[in-house]
């Protein structure tokens, strides 16, 4: 028991360290989740509830799109950080795993569409899209920048990106 517990510890001190002291978000990688959950919220609320859009003259999933081809460069730009955060945590497959934290999100919000009533559903969340669609890029960023409790990121922001 005693080798085994020395063999342990022999692995564990000789693993490079870096690589878990970036188990944790910059203010920019915290920024790029909550965006790209907010992108795929979007969606999921534009499929569920399309005709709600009808009002304002266009479909609610034809406003997501338009949303999205007019801030395709931040959300380029926040896949790109996430990727990287996940390339440099040792993952070999970073856009794949990008991929898996979106459906995270859209199954999430799914599911919340799933546990009530459509015409519930959409009157609540269908106001999200129509806000978003006006929005600069700016307030996308200041939007996803803010932190939910009942949303939290994936990981702690490091020490050094303050609170």
Known sequence: MKRVL???AAVLLAT???AYASRCYSKAEAEAEQGIRIHSELMVIGLNCNHMGQRHG???YS???Q????HGDLFAKYETLLMNFFRVN????PEASLNTLRTVFANKISNDAAGIRPDIFCARYS???LAASEMSTDDIRKWAATSYGTHPVSYPLCASAGK
């Open 127 to 129: 106001p999200r899209v």
């Open 67 to 70: 949303f999205t081809a007019t």
């Open 6 to 8: 020395f063999v342990l």
């Open 90 to 93: 040792g993952d070999k497959k």
């Open 58 to 60: 266009q479909p609610l």
């Open 16 to 18: 490079p360290h870096t």
């Open 63 to 65: 406003m997501y799109r």
